[in-house]
């Protein structure tokens, strides 16, 4: 198991951009595939963006795709999730998750694929 705390969340102007941060504790981190999801208010949980344990490959949601960008610091045990372009409907809690996999080259899209969650970040993007 391990612990996951997001943070970076924050207001900004629609066009902005915003660094989320995952920190993990533990000394196995790069044991895991990370993952984004959000949610919005009255929304179901939603897939934002995921890396694999060696950082090699990356996949995002079409809507986010070209905006934001998944990246890992295995040395510190963070995930980010640099945010361009930011966009109204990007407003929600934003939650980082983790799988612990021996796939280096595997990743993971899914909610139910991951076994450890942060308590979420909230980001609001205003018109």
């Known amino acids: 198991q391990v612990q996951l705390v997001e943070s970076g969340g924050g207001l900004v102007q629609a066009g902005g951009s915003l660094r989320l941060s995952c920190a993990a504790s533990g000394r196995t981190f790069s044991s895991y595939a990370m993952g984004w999801f959000r949610q919005a208010p009255g929304k179901e949980r939603e897939f934002v963006a995921t890396i694999t344990r060696s950082g090699g490959w990356t996949y995002y949601a079409d809507s986010v795709k070209g905006r934001f960008t998944i990246s890992r610091d295995n040395a510190k045990n963070t995930v980010y999730l640099q945010m361009n372009s930011l966009k109204p409907e990007d407003t929600a809690v934003y939650f980082c998750?983790?799988?612990?996999?021996?796939?280096?080259?595997?990743?993971?899209?899914?909610?139910?694929?991951?076994?450890?969650w942060g308590q979420g970040t909230q980001v609001t993007v205003s018109s």
């Open positions: 998750a983790a799988r612990i996999t021996a796939l280096a080259s595997t990743y993971y899209t899914r909610g139910e694929q991951f076994d450890d």
